[in-house]
């Protein structure tokens, strides 16, 4: 179903600190995709080629057929095989139908690679990503 409004991408806070000139190229760059709910978007142990942020919906995380987390609005995955270029971590399904944006692999690395801002944000919620998951493996 369209969108009734077109999504702005400055409501998004990854891309908050980006210029009206950098908008308009993320805006060329990434595509808005809807999926039905069960569909498998990244896959453990296979090549990633896409990143994936999270604009409606829910998503699980397995790791060896047990979810390791559940993604939300805001959030965002598959970077990681994009990053270090090695296998999928986990495998991702969508719970719910859900509104993604997507870059594929070499938009996304030329993006931050173009953009500090971006960067530097996205450097800010890999760490803390990294703080969740140590606080979940200590208690
Ligand atoms: P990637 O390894 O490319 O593909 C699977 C993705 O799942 C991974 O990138 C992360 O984005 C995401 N992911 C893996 N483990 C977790 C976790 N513990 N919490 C949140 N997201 C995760």
């Given at each position: 179903m369209p969108r009734r409004h077109e999504l702005d991408?400055?409501?998004i806070w990854m891309f908050s600190a980006c210029s009206n000139s950098q908008l308009k190229t993320i805006r060329r760059a990434i595509e808005e995709v809807v999926v039905p709910k069960g569909r498998v978007l990244c896959e453990e142990g296979s090549i990633g080629r896409e990143f994936f942020f999270i604009v409606e919906g829910k998503a699980a995380v397995t790791r060896n057929g047990r979810r390791t987390a559940t993604l939300g609005p805001g959030s965002y995955f598959g970077e990681l095989a994009l990053l270090d270029?090695?296998?999928?971590?986990a495998t991702v399904t969508s719970d719910t139908e859900m509104t993604l944006l997507v870059l594929e692999q070499r938009r996304f690395n030329g993006l931050l690679d173009e953009m500090p801002s971006l960067s530097h944000k996205f450097l800010v919620a890999m760490a803390q990503r990294l703080r969740d998951a140590d606080a979940k493996a200590v208690n």
């Amino acid at each position: 179903m369209p969108r009734r409004h077109e999504l702005d991408l400055r409501d998004i806070w990854m891309f908050s600190a980006c210029s009206n000139s950098q908008l308009k190229t993320i805006r060329r760059a990434i595509e808005e995709v809807v999926v039905p709910k069960g569909r498998v978007l990244c896959e453990e142990g296979s090549i990633g080629r896409e990143f994936f942020f999270i604009v409606e919906g829910k998503a699980a995380v397995t790791r060896n057929g047990r979810r390791t987390a559940t993604l939300g609005p805001g959030s965002y995955f598959g970077e990681l095989a994009l990053l270090d270029r090695k296998p999928r971590s986990a495998t991702v399904t969508s719970d719910t139908e859900m509104t993604l944006l997507v870059l594929e692999q070499r938009r996304f690395n030329g993006l931050l690679d173009e953009m500090p801002s971006l960067s530097h944000k996205f450097l800010v919620a890999m760490a803390q990503r990294l703080r969740d998951a140590d606080a979940k493996a200590v208690n």
